[in-house]
C-alpha cells in the first residue's frame, strides 16, 4: 500500500555501542557506557526495571565503571576526544556530573586497578614520573594520602589483584601480546607466579580467592590457555583445568559456591563454563550471543554478560542462578529484524604454507547482491573477526556487498604459537596468508576478478596499504582506516608504555632495517595506484595522524585519486555517532563510485 | 569521603522532553518523540517490556503518532527546525526512516485529521489553495487518489471527527481560542452541533459513539466547559454533565464499558474521571502526576497517558482496568531525587479590582536562597502557569532564585469569562495583575525591593517587556524570550490561518491604534533601561524574529546593556538540547551579573 525504500547507512548506525558496565553491590542498579544519546555517556537502569536513565554526562569515553561496595560513589575513567589518556572521576552515587578524582596534566594516564573492599583505598596505576613502564599508587579516599607501592620496571606493570586483607598484591609485566609474567608482592618480596618467567608465556586475569590462593589463567607449556593457580604459602603453581582446543580468556569467581565461570575463545565465538573447584565438574552454559566482552559476577550469584552476535548489536544480558537469560537493553539496528542481517560462513582454506586459514565470508543476500566483494584484514593484528556485529559489514552486505574477513597468521584464537606467528613479521606471513584468501574466493567463483575491493582499519588498515602497494591488480579501490604506512615512523611514534613491547611485536628499526623496509606500504609508493580512501582521527594516540599524512602526501605529489578525511575529535575508532555515520556513508559512496 | 559540587544548569536539563506517544492496536508497541538522543526522535517501547529503542530518526519535531491498525505502517507529522510547517510521513511498522507520504512545498501545512478503521483513508487539513482557512482532504492510500472534502471559510476550518462509515463528519471553525464552533457535514448538509453559532462559545474534542451520536465538550451558556451530546437523527443539542468548578478539557470514549474518561482542569492541578454513560456514575480517578498532556485508551481498557508534576519531569504512565499505574519511561534529573526539587506553594491575592489571582509561588530552599526572586509571566496568554515540571524552574530555583509566577486574567483554568478578559486586552488588565502580584510579594515580605527580575516567554516576553517599559523601576534586569515587541507588526506577521483569529484575539490594528499603541513595549523605548538579555529563534513562525530584531536595534541605537542570542534553528521554544543548556546557560549568566 505504502512502499518504503530500502534500508539506508544511516539506520545500520544508529545503533550504540556498549563499552563496559558495572553493577552495584545491592544489584539495584546497572550503569554502562554507550552512546545512546550521540556521544559516550554512563546510563543507569534501577533494576529490575530496565528503563534506562542518563547517570552522567561527560560526552567522552568511559574506561571503568566501579561502585564504591557502600554506594556512596561511583568511580569512572575518562580520557579526551579518544587519546586514551584515562584518568579517574566520581560522581555521587544517584550520578550527576563526573568530578576529577585522580587526574593530573591531560598527557598522563590513571587506570583504576582495585578498590579495597571498604571502598575507602583506590589503587591504580599511572603514566605519572614512570610513562614506560608505569608506577602503582594507593589513594586513600579518607585522609587524601597517596602512596607509591610500585615502580614499573623492565617492562610496562600493572597492578591486576589485590587480597582482602591489602598483604598480596599480583603484578603483571607486559613484554608482548604473548609474553606477560605475573608475581606476587607481599611487602618488598616478590613471587613469580608461574615457573619460569623467561619462558615466553601469559599469566593473566589473577584472583585471589582467598588471601592465600591466587587463581589465574595462561598458556605457560601450552598452546592453549588454561586455569592454574599461585599457592602463597607453598609458593607453588599448578595446573587446576584445561579445555582442549579452547582458549580460557576470562575468569569470574563464585565464592559463595566456590566455582569459576570460564570464558573460552573456540575460533569465531565464545563458550561459557562453569566449574565446580569442589566437584571438578565442568558445565557448559547457554549463551545468549556469540561473543562475550565482559562478565560480571554478582555476590547473590546473579551473572550478567555484556555481548553480540553477528546479527545482534551489543546488549546486556542477566541470568539469575543459572536461569535463562533476561536481555536489558535493547539495542538493535533502526527499522530492521534481525533476518534482515546477514549470518557469515564459516570457511577455511590452506595458505602458501600448508596452513589452514579460518574466515568469515558475509553474502549479501541474493536480492541485494552487487556482485563486488570486500576483503577485510582485520586489526590488532593479535585479535581476530569474530561473530560480532559491525554496522559497517551489514549495512555493507545489505547494500549489496560480500565481504570476506580472514584470520591470518598472528590471530588469536588458534592457539597461542599461531598468534605469536606474526611477531616480526608483519608483511611478509600474514600477507601472503591475506593473498591466499583472494585467490580462494576466485577459484571458488565466490568473487569475479574485476569485482574486489579492499577495506581495512589499525593493522588491516596497515595491511590494506601493504596489499595495495604489493598487488595493485587485486583490487578496484582500497580503504585505508588510520593504518601504520611506514613502520620506521611508526614505531617510534606509540605511546609511551607500548615502545618496551614494540621490539618483541614489531622489531628493532636497527637490527630489522631491511625486513621494515620491505614490509613498510611507503616503500610502494610506485604501484598505490588505485583510487583510495584514508580516514583519521586527529587525536589517534596509537597510529598517529602523521602515518596517514605523510602517506596522503606522498601519493597526492604523485598525482594519485586519494581522498582523505581527518575527523578533529576521535582517535583511534570513532566514538560519535555523527562522525561514524560521516565516515561510513563516505566509504559507501566512495565504493559504489569505483563499482564500475 | 568524597565531596561533590551543587549540581549545575546541565543536569537540570538533562531531562528530555516527551511530546506525543501512540500505542499500536494490539498494545504490542509504544512510540513516543522526545529528545532522547539530544533531538526530537521517536523512540519505541514492546510493551510489556519497557526499554526504549529509536524507532523513527528524522531530528526534527513530531506533531502526531498514528498507527494503522492493522500494524503496516506508522504516520507522524514532522516539520522543519521548528517553523510548524508539518507535513505528514509514513514509516514501515517496525519504524525506519519517514518517508514524505502527503507533503508539498516546503512553506505548506498538512495537518493529520482521522485514519480509516481499515487503515486506508487518510483523512487531513491543508493550507494548499488555502492558507488561511484550510482546505480539508482524503487521500485513499490504496490507489492514490486524494480528494476535496471540504474548503475552509470565514475562520479557520478543521476536520476533527470522522463518524466510523465515515458518511458523517465534524468540522470544527475557529474565531479565537476562546469561540470555535462546531457543525457536522453529512454529503453537503451541514447542521451545527451547538443550538446558536452566533453566540461566543467553543465546542471541542468531538467523538461518534455510533453513526448517529457525537459526544463533545462546550463552554456553551455556561461559564465552564461540560460534556454535551448531539443527536444526529433528531438533529438535538443536549447537556450530558458538568463538573461543578471544573472545565472538562480532554474526554476519551470506552465503547467496551460504555464510559467516558474525563479530564478536568482545576486551577494548577488536573483531575481525572470516569463517568459511565448507563450508570451516570461519575468516579475520580488516581492520577501519578498534577498535568496530563495527553491520554490515550486502548480497545482493551488500558489507559496511557503522558504528564508531569512540578517536581517530576514528562513520563508516560499505564493503568490497567482501573489498577495502579504503572510508569512506562524513566525521565528524571540528572543526580537529583525529587526531593530536590521545589514544589511550589499555591497562593492568591487580590488584584486592583478586586478580583482574586492565582499564582505559583516556589521558594528557593533555605540552603540555595540567594534572596533573589524572579517574575514569571507566562505565556499564551490564554494559558496558565500550573504544576508542570520545568528546568528552568527547578534549576534557578536550586540556584537560590524564588519564582513567583501568576494566572492574571486571560489565564486559563478560572472559568470562559476569566479567559477571555484578556482578548483585545493584552496590555493593561494582565499588565495590572502583574504589577499587584509584585506589590503583594513586596508587602508579604517574599521579596526585597531592590531584589526582582522579570523573565518571559512569548506573550510573557511581550509583558517582560511592557513591564519593563513602564515600570522600570521594579527591576533589576529582564529577559525577554520571543515576545512581540510592536503589536502593529506583530499583528500583521502571524501564520495565515492565525490571522481570521487575530481580531477578536488582539484587535484590529486600524480601529485599536491608540490602544495598540499604548500596549506596544515599543512605545516605551525611553524607560527600557534596565540590563536586558533577548532571545529569539531563527525560524520562530508565530512571534517571528523582527519582533526582537526590532527592539534590540532601537534599544542598542540608544545605548541600553541588551544581549541578543538567536537560535538559527529554532522556532517557538527550543527542541534541541544542546540549544537550550546554551540559552538557560547564558541567562542564568546574565541574572547572577545583575545581582549585585
Same mark, same amino acid.
Given at each position: 500500500?505504502?512502499?518504503?525504500?530500502?534500508?539506508?547507512?544511516?539506520?545500520?548506525?544508529?545503533?550504540?555501542?556498549?563499552?563496559?558496565?558495572?553493577?552495584?553491590?545491592?544489584?539495584?542498579?546497572?550503569?554502562?557506557?554507550?552512546? %545512546?544519546?550521540?556521544?559516550?555517556?554512563?546510563?543507569?537502569?534501577?533494576?529490575?526495571?530496565?528503563?534506562?536513565?542518563?547517570?552522567?554526562?561527560?560526552?567522552?569515553?568511559?574506561?571503568?565503571?566501579?561502585?564504591?561496595?557502600?554506594?556512596?560513589?561511583?568511580?569512572?575513567?575518562?580520557?579526551?576526544?579518544? !587519546?586514551?589518556?584515562?584518568?579517574?572521576?566520581?560522581?555521587?552515587?544517584?550520578?550527576?556530573?563526573?568530578?576529577?578524582?585522580?587526574?593530573?596534566?591531560?598527557?598522563?594516564?590513571?587506570?583504576?586497578?582495585?578498590?579495597?573492599?571498604?571502598?575507602?583505598?583506590?589503587?591504580?596505576?599511572?603514566?605519572?614520573?614512570?610513562?614506560?613502564?608505569?608506577?602503582?599508587?594507593?589513594?586513600?579516599?579518607?585522609?587524601?594520602? !597517596?602512596?607509591?607501592?610500585?615502580?614499573?620496571?623492565?617492562?610496562?606493570?600493572?597492578?591486576?589483584? *589485590?587480597?582482602?586483607?591489602?598483604?598480596?598484591?599480583?603484578?603483571?609485566?607486559?613484554?608482548?601480546?604473548?609474553?606477560?609474567?605475573?608475581?606476587?608482592?607481599?611487602?618488598?618480596?616478590?613471587?613469580?607466579?608461574?615457573?619460569?618467567?623467561?619462558?615466553?608465556?601469559?599469566?593473566?586475569?589473577?584472583?585471589?580467592?582467598?588471601?592465600?590462593?591466587?587463581?589465574?589463567?595462561?598458556?605457560?607449556?601450552?598452546?592453549?590457555?588454561?586455569?592454574?593457580?599461585?599457592?602463597?604459602?607453598?609458593?607453588?603453581?599448578?595446573?587446576?583445568? @584445561?579445555?582442549?582446543?579452547?582458549?580460557?580468556?576470562?575468569?569470574?569467581?563464585?565464592?559463595?559456591?566456590?566455582?569459576?565461570?570460564?570464558?573460552?575463545?573456540?575460533?569465531?565465538? !565464545?563458550?561459557?563454563?562453569?566449574?565446580?573447584?569442589?566437584?571438578?565438574?565442568?558445565?557448559?552454559?547457554?549463551?545468549?550471543?556469540?561473543?562475550? #566482552?565482559?562478565?560480571?559476577?554478582?555476590?547473590?550469584?546473579?551473572?550478567?554478560?555484556?555481548?553480540?552476535?553477528?546479527?545482534?548489536?551489543?546488549?546486556?544480558?542477566?541470568?539469575?542462578?543459572?536461569?535463562?537469560?533476561?536481555? %536489558?537493553?535493547?539495542?538493535?539496528?533502526?527499522?530492521?529484524?534481525?533476518?534482515?542481517?546477514?549470518?557469515?560462513?564459516?570457511?577455511?582454506?590452506?595458505?602458501?604454507?600448508?596452513?589452514?586459514?579460518?574466515?568469515?565470508?558475509?553474502?549479501?543476500?541474493?536480492?541485494?547482491?552487487?556482485?563486488?566483494?570486500?576483503?577485510?584484514?582485520?586489526?590488532?593484528?593479535?585479535?581476530?573477526?569474530?561473530?560480532?556485529?559491525?554496522?559497517?559489514?551489514?549495512?555493507?552486505?545489505?547494500?549489496?556487498?560480500?565481504?570476506?574477513?580472514?584470520?591470518?597468521?598472528?590471530?588469536?584464537?588458534?592457539?597461542?604459537?599461531?598468534?605469536?606467528?606474526?611477531?616480526?613479521?608483519?608483511?611478509?606471513?600474514?600477507?601472503?596468508?591475506?593473498?591466499?584468501?583472494?585467490?580462494?574466493?576466485?577459484?571458488?567463483? %565466490?568473487?569475479?576478478?574485476?569485482? %574486489?575491493?579492499?577495506?581495512?582499519?589499525?593493522?588491516?588498515?596497515?595491511?590494506?596499504?601493504?596489499?595495495?602497494?604489493?598487488?595493485? #591488480?587485486?583490487?578496484?579501490?582500497?580503504?585505508?582506516?588510520?593504518?601504520?604506512?611506514?613502520?620506521?615512523?611508526?614505531?617510534?611514534?606509540?605511546?609511551?608504555?607500548?615502545?618496551?613491547?614494540?621490539?618483541?611485536?614489531?622489531?628493532?628499526?636497527?637490527?630489522?632495517? #631491511?625486513?621494515?623496509?620491505?614490509?613498510?606500504?611507503?616503500?610502494?609508493?610506485?604501484?598505490?595506484?588505485?583510487?583510495?580512501?584514508?580516514?583519521?582521527? @586527529?587525536?589517534?594516540?596509537?597510529? *598517529?595522524?602523521?602515518?596517514?599524512?605523510?602517506?596522503?602526501?606522498?601519493?597526492?605529489?604523485?598525482?594519485?585519486?586519494?581522498?582523505?578525511?581527518?575527523?578533529?575529535?576521535?582517535?583511534?575508532?570513532?566514538?560519535?555517532?555523527?562522525? #561514524?555515520?560521516?565516515?561510513?556513508?563516505?566509504?559507501?559512496?566512495?565504493?559504489?563510485?569505483?563499482?564500475?
Amino acid at each position: 500500500m505504502i512502499s518504503f525504500p530500502k534500508p539506508t547507512v544511516e539506520q545500520f548506525f544508529r545503533t550504540y555501542t556498549i563499552t563496559n558496565f558495572s553493577v552495584s553491590s545491592d544489584e539495584k542498579r546497572l550503569v554502562f557506557n554507550a552512546n %545512546l544519546n550521540g556521544k559516550m555517556n554512563l546510563w543507569a537502569m534501577d533494576l529490575p526495571d530496565t528503563n534506562p536513565y542518563l547517570f552522567a554526562h561527560r560526552d567522552e569515553s568511559c574506561s571503568f565503571i566501579e561502585f564504591d561496595p557502600k554506594n556512596r560513589y561511583v568511580l569512572a575513567g575518562y580520557d579526551k576526544d579518544g !587519546d586514551e589518556n584515562y584518568q579517574i572521576y566520581a560522581m555521587p552515587s544517584e550520578g550527576g556530573l563526573p568530578e576529577p578524582l585522580i587526574t593530573g596534566e591531560a598527557s598522563e594516564k590513571y587506570y583504576f586497578s582495585h578498590l579495597s573492599e571498604d571502598g575507602e583505598r583506590v589503587y591504580y596505576g599511572t603514566s605519572e614520573e614512570n610513562p614506560s613502564y608505569l608506577n602503582t599508587r594507593v589513594r586513600n579516599l579518607q585522609n587524601g594520602e !597517596d602512596t607509591l607501592l610500585n615502580v614499573g620496571e623492565i617492562s610496562p606493570t600493572q597492578l591486576a589483584a *589485590v587480597s582482602e586483607n591489602e598483604e598480596a598484591s599480583v603484578y603483571l609485566r607486559a613484554f608482548a601480546n604473548t609474553y606477560v609474567v605475573g608475581f606476587v608482592k607481599i611487602g618488598e618480596e616478590t613471587f613469580n607466579i608461574t615457573p619460569d618467567p623467561q619462558k615466553v608465556h601469559v599469566a593473566l586475569e589473577p584472583i585471589f580467592t582467598d588471601n592465600e590462593t591466587i587463581y589465574f589463567v595462561t598458556d605457560y607449556d601450552s598452546d592453549d590457555m588454561y586455569l592454574a593457580k599461585f599457592d602463597l604459602n607453598a609458593k607453588e603453581f599448578s595446573k587446576v583445568i @584445561a579445555l582442549d582446543g579452547e582458549s580460557i580468556q576470562s575468569i569470574k569467581w563464585d565464592k559463595e559456591n566456590k566455582a569459576f565461570y570460564l570464558v573460552t575463545v573456540k575460533g569465531v565465538t !565464545d563458550v561459557l563454563y562453569r566449574y565446580g573447584l569442589d566437584t571438578g565438574k565442568v558445565e557448559n552454559c547457554a549463551l545468549p550471543v556469540d561473543i562475550i #566482552e565482559q562478565t560480571y559476577l554478582a555476590k547473590s550469584g546473579t551473572l550478567y554478560i555484556l555481548g553480540r552476535s553477528a546479527t545482534v548489536p551489543q546488549n546486556i544480558y542477566q541470568s539469575s542462578n543459572g536461569g535463562g537469560w533476561k536481555q %536489558l537493553t535493547n539495542n538493535r539496528v533502526l527499522g530492521l529484524s534481525q533476518e534482515d542481517m546477514v549470518e557469515p560462513d564459516v570457511v577455511s582454506y590452506t595458505t602458501f604454507d600448508g596452513m589452514e586459514i579460518e574466515a568469515l565470508l558475509f553474502k549479501a543476500k541474493p536480492e541485494n547482491d552487487n556482485g563486488h566483494t570486500i576483503f577485510w584484514p582485520h586489526g590488532g593484528p593479535q585479535a581476530a573477526e569474530r561473530k560480532m556485529f559491525r554496522s559497517m559489514f551489514q549495512c555493507f552486505t545489505n547494500r549489496g556487498y560480500a565481504i570476506f574477513a580472514p584470520n591470518f597468521r598472528g590471530s588469536t584464537g588458534y592457539g597461542s604459537a599461531f598468534t605469536k606467528l606474526v611477531e616480526q613479521d608483519w608483511g611478509e606471513g600474514p600477507r601472503l596468508d591475506c593473498v591466499a584468501g583472494i585467490e580462494w574466493l576466485f577459484e571458488n567463483g %565466490l568473487t569475479d576478478r574485476n569485482k %574486489l575491493f579492499l577495506v581495512g582499519g589499525s593493522y588491516g588498515g596497515y595491511m590494506a596499504l601493504l596489499l595495495h602497494g604489493r598487488h595493485p #591488480e587485486y583490487f578496484k579501490a582500497v580503504v585505508d582506516i588510520f593504518g601504520p604506512s611506514d613502520l620506521f615512523t611508526f614505531v617510534n611514534s606509540v605511546p609511551a608504555h607500548w615502545k618496551p613491547i614494540m621490539e618483541r611485536w614489531l622489531g628493532d628499526p636497527e637490527r630489522d632495517k #631491511e625486513r621494515f623496509i620491505q614490509d613498510s606500504p611507503v616503500t610502494y609508493l610506485d604501484s598505490i595506484v588505485k583510487p583510495m580512501l584514508v580516514i583519521q582521527g @586527529a587525536k589517534d594516540p596509537r597510529v *598517529v595522524k602523521e602515518e596517514s599524512d605523510q602517506i596522503v602526501a606522498k601519493l597526492q605529489e604523485k598525482g594519485r585519486d586519494v581522498e582523505y578525511l581527518v575527523l578533529e575529535d576521535e582517535g583511534h575508532g570513532f566514538s560519535k555517532k555523527e562522525n #561514524e555515520i560521516k565516515v561510513y556513508s563516505l566509504m559507501l559512496e566512495f565504493l559504489e563510485k569505483h563499482q564500475s
